[in-house]
């Protein structure tokens, strides 16, 4: 399969035209872009209702480069609106729908926006910390600018702004996991060219393809995926506005039997646990991908045991766009993240940025031309994460053996020096879910006596009751001795960030 590349793409490049008006003026039109509990919206119709939206933001003040910021839950109106924005030329920014009042203000001042989308359970907090420069969008909630009224009285054409590959388009939310979520800006082709690397070139979707996502649409992962990649061939995508659950997945699944589940390790843990899991079907998967966080080896064969769908596991991140190291569909290699996703090239380096050789542990490095441009307002943090030349320093530690298969040793960050050798949690977290009694598992460092220690958080199997001496031992007689955590703590669950990704930074603040 020929690989897209930035110099074939056009000059004149819209994301709204590119994904949405394509299939409907290649004589799709009545095809299924999103499927919701309320039926089916086919490319026409959608492709109408973001040119009346365009209308609406444009009546708003919107023009091309602007800001427009999305706060609100997960349905037809949040991809319209998403592509309305982009149709104009403007910028999109998302967060999600249940932030403090204090987070929804940072995202405010610090994404300038100059029109917020919100719903009912968005609106009042937004209103509560807005300054009075943004006009608020609401979507079934009362206000001065009413989606449904609004966009029902508005014009169904709107040409596309004249953008270029290389203008601004999408600002991609980091984690926050280390501090405010900084934005990773990124031009018109990056999620052009990954739809055609990963989208195409490693999950091969077609237009047959239905994609249901786990995490919502304000996780980059989940709308390229729901929302943009299947467009992109002509599939769809199930899109729900409810919080996700395993019995919700489950159901979802019966209901609209989907091709393909984008998925995360949590979710896949509590959908394996889960009491009703045997009685489930779902043979019409061709495949689950995992993205978001690291899924243990453990956990994948305990997937493959309780559903036998293939997992499609890899790494991305909001600095490349999105992944950029892959397994692939019918190559399983257990441990492994895969290869290079194609588009990209990788590399191991030590501290000093000097390649490492096979088998040995670095930091991987990135090279493509989805890398983000920069941080929003943080040049420091840009010059030292995106060193030119469209490559990014990911922090993530990676061996690579011969054959080119990444193997995920955790985050520079993460690691604890203990008795003077570093030790990576995640060899002692994928350790101790060896153990059936245990769910879930997080190992961070904590002090004592001026020295670090390996503490453990374990969620264990509802009725369990292995104990902490039983992990312990476990853990020294599998792994080098010094890992064994000197402390468990048995929680009922971890602490997750709002993409689902567990919060380290919240375990290590437990006295």
């Given at each position: ?16 035209d ?17 499927i ?11 492709a ?23 706060a609100?839950?997960?349905?037809v ?20 729908t ?45 206000g ?20 270029t ?9 980091t984690?926050?996991?280390t ?13 052009v ?5 990963y ?21 980059g992962?989940a ?9 992109a ?10 919080r ?20 995360v ?25 995992s ?31 999105h ?16 290869r290079?996703?194609?588009?990209y ?5 030590d ?10 542990t ?31 320093r990911s ?44 769910l ?31 992990l ?19 929680v009922?669950e ?18």
């Amino acid at each position: 399969m020929s690989r897209l590349r930035r110099e074939d793409l056009p000059d004149r490049l819209n994301l709204a035209d590119w994904f949405v008006d394509r299939t409907v003026a290649a004589g799709h039109g009545d095809r299924p872009a999103l499927i919701t509990g309320a039926g089916a919206t086919t490319y026409a119709e959608l492709a109408a209702l973001v040119n009346r939206a365009g209308h609406v933001l444009r009546d708003l003040g919107v023009r091309r480069g602007d800001r427009v910021l999305l706060a609100l839950g997960d349905g037809v109106e949040f991809v319209a609106a998403w592509y309305a924005a982009q149709k104009l030329g403007a910028v999109t920014a998302e967060v999600y729908t249940f932030l403090p009042p204090k987070d929804l203000a940072y995202a405010l001042r610090y994404t300038g926006a100059s029109v917020v989308v919100v719903d009912a359970t968005t609106a009042d907090a937004v209103r509560s910390v807005a300054t009075g420069g943004q006009r608020l969008l609401t979507v079934g909630a009362g206000g001065d600018h009413e989606w449904e009224p609004l966009v029902r009285q508005a014009s169904a054409e709107l040409d596309p702004a004249p953008t270029t590959p290389d203008d601004v388009a999408i600002w991609k939310f980091t984690t926050g996991s280390t501090g405010a979520p900084k934005a990773c800006v990124h031009p018109v082709h990056s999620p052009v060219l990954s739809a055609d690397w990963y989208g195409r070139g490693v999950l091969g979707l077609t237009a047959d393809d239905v994609v249901l996502p786990v995490p919502k649409l304000f996780f980059g992962y989940a709308r390229d995926l729901a929302a943009l990649f299947p467009f992109a061939v002509g599939g769809a995508g199930v899109v729900f506005p409810e919080r996700t659950t395993a019995e919700r997945v489950f159901a979802l699944i019966a209901r609209h039997r989907p091709t393909v589940l984008v998925n995360v390790p949590t979710m896949m843990a509590a959908m394996v646990a889960h009491p009703d899991a045997a009685a489930q079907d779902l043979s019409c998967l061709r495949l689950c991908t995992s993205a978001g966080e690291a899924l243990p080896a453990e956990l994948a064969r305990r997937w493959d045991a309780a559903f036998g769908v293939e997992v499609v596991d890899g790494i991305g991140s909001s600095e490349a766009y999105h992944i950029y190291v892959s397994t692939r569909p019918g190559e399983p290699r257990p441990g492994s993240l895969g290869r290079t996703v194609p588009g990209y090239t990788t590399r191991v380096v030590d501290v000093g940025g000097t390649p490492l050789p096979p088998g040995e542990t670095g930091v991987l490095e990135i090279t493509g031309d989805t890398v983000a441009l920069e941080y929003f307002e943080a040049p420091e943090k840009s010059a030292a994460t995106f060193l030119g030349g469209r490559t990014l320093r990911s922090g993530d530690l990676f061996s690579v053996d011969e054959e080119g298969f990444h193997y995920y040793q955790g985050r520079v960050d993460d690691l604890l020096k203990v008795g003077g050798v570093w030790v990576a949690p995640s060899e002692i977290e994928h350790c101790l879910l060896t153990h059936p009694d245990v769910l879930e598992c997080a190992v961070v460092g904590y002090t004592a006596g001026g020295l670090v220690k390996p503490r453990a958080f374990v969620v264990r199997r509802p009725g369990a009751t292995v104990d902490a001496a039983a992990l312990q031992d476990l853990v020294r007689g599998t792994l080098s001795p010094h890992k064994y955590p000197r402390d468990v703590r048995f929680v009922d669950e971890l602490p997750r960030t709002a993409n689902g990704k567990l919060d380290r930074r919240a375990l290590r603040t437990v006295d």
